[in-house]
C-alpha cells in the first residue's frame, strides 16, 4: 500500500502562484512516476504533469512554460509550482505514484480556485 498526502491548494487570483506538494509513504522502494491530475466541474480527470524516479517530465501542453514538476526523492514528495495561474486551471488536483511493484495510488485531492 503507498498513502498520498496533498497539500497546498487553495484561491489565488489570475497571474498568481501556487505550490502544491504530494507526500509519498508505504510500499514506495522501487523505480516509479508521480503525477498530478486534475479534474474540473463536469469534466474528465486529466494529467497536468508527472515524473519519473530519474527525472523525467512530462506535462499537458497548456500547462507548459507556466507549471514545473519536481520531486525530492529522499523526503519521497513530489511538487507541482503553478505559476501565472488562469481560471481555467480551477479543478481538483489529485497526485498519483505508479509503480510496477506497488501499483497505481491516488491521493485524495487539493482544491484549486482560480479567480478572475
Known amino acids: 500500500q503507498v498513502q498520498l498526502v496533498e497539500s497546498g491548494g487553495g484561491l489565488v487570483q489570475a497571474g498568481g502562484s501556487l505550490r502544491l506538494s504530494c507526500a509519498a509513504s508505504?510500499?514506495?522502494?522501487?523505480?516509479?512516476?508521480m503525477g498530478w491530475y486534475r479534474q474540473a466541474p463536469g469534466k474528465q480527470r486529466e494529467l497536468v504533469a508527472a515524473?519519473?524516479?530519474?527525472?523525467?517530465?512530462m506535462y499537458k501542453d497548456s500547462v507548459k512554460g507556466r507549471f514545473t514538476i519536481s520531486r525530492d526523492n529522499v523526503k519521497n514528495t513530489a511538487y507541482l509550482q503553478m505559476s501565472r495561474m488562469k481560471p481555467e486551471d480551477t479543478a481538483v488536483y489529485y497526485c498519483?505514484?505508479?509503480?510496477?511493484?506497488?501499483?497505481?495510488?491516488w491521493g485524495r485531492g487539493t482544491q484549486v480556485t482560480v479567480s478572475s
Open positions: 498519483k505514484f505508479t509503480s510496477l511493484n506497488s501499483g497505481d495510488f
Open positions: 508505504g510500499s514506495i522502494a522501487g523505480t516509479n512516476t
Open positions: 515524473i519519473s524516479t530519474s527525472g523525467y517530465t
